[in-house]
Each structure stands twice: as C-alpha cells, then as structure tokens.
Nanobody, 121 residues
Framework: QVQLVESGGGLVQAGGSLRLSCAAS????????MGWYRQAPGKQRELVAG???????NYADSVKGRFTISRDNARNTVYLQMNSLKPEDTAVYYC???????????????WGQGTQVTVSS
C-alpha cells in the first residue's frame, strides 16, 4: 500500500508564497516521475509541474518563472515552491506519480488527497 500525503496549502494574499510538500509512504523500491496537478472549481484538472527521477522538470506556461518543483529521492518527497501567487492559482493541488517500482512488480497512477490553495486579491 502506497500513500501520497500533501501538506502546505492554505490562504495567502496575492503576491505571496507557499510551499507544498508531498511525501510517499509505504514499501517500494523507486518512484518514477512525479508531478503536481491542480483543479479549480468548474474546471478540469491540469498539470502544473512535473519532475523525473533524474530531476528533469516541466511546467505549465501559466506558472513558469513563478513555481519551482523539486524532489528529495532519499525522503521520497516532492515539493512545489509557489511564488508571486495570483488569485487564478486558487485550486486544490494534487500530488501524482505515474509509476512506482516494487520488489514484485510495478504499480501505476497514484494520487494524493489534495490540498487547498486559496489566493486572495
């Protein structure tokens, strides 16, 4: 059983910063690519940022230059540093990994429970 647990969400004024964390717990050998998604009310879930096991990153155009994704493989944790936040960044943010390697095989498509980020104007 693997769990992804997010933390760090909250309420912040426009222009402020937040740092999200997502820790994976369970027994496994390796987590491959990880990412942060978000879903605002009435909108589809969208990819915010992704990072491979080797550290290559990609970002949605809307957050480039403001958000930074990083990971600590020793702690099985991925982070999202969010700066210069805007009201349109308000959403539930979800941690995701598409593949986990176990001793007995692979598992796919794991999601965290989500953490609310609210940016006031």
């Amino acid at each position: 059983q693997v769990q992804l647990v997010e933390s760090g969400g909250g309420l912040v004024q426009a222009g402020g910063s937040l740092r999200l964390s997502c820790a994976a717990s369970g027994t496994f050998l390796r987590i491959n690519a990880m990412g942060w998604y978000r879903q605002a009310p009435g909108k589809q879930r969208e990819l915010v940022a992704g990072i491979t096991n080797s550290g290559s990153t990609n970002y949605a155009d809307s957050v480039k230059g403001r958000f930074t994704i990083s990971r600590d493989n020793a702690r099985n944790t991925v982070y999202l540093q969010m700066n210069s936040l805007k009201p349109e960044d308000t959403a539930v943010y979800y941690c995701h990994t598409d593949e986990i390697l176990f001793a007995y095989g692979r598992g796919y498509d794991y999601w965290g429970q989500g953490t609310q980020v609210t940016v006031s104007s």
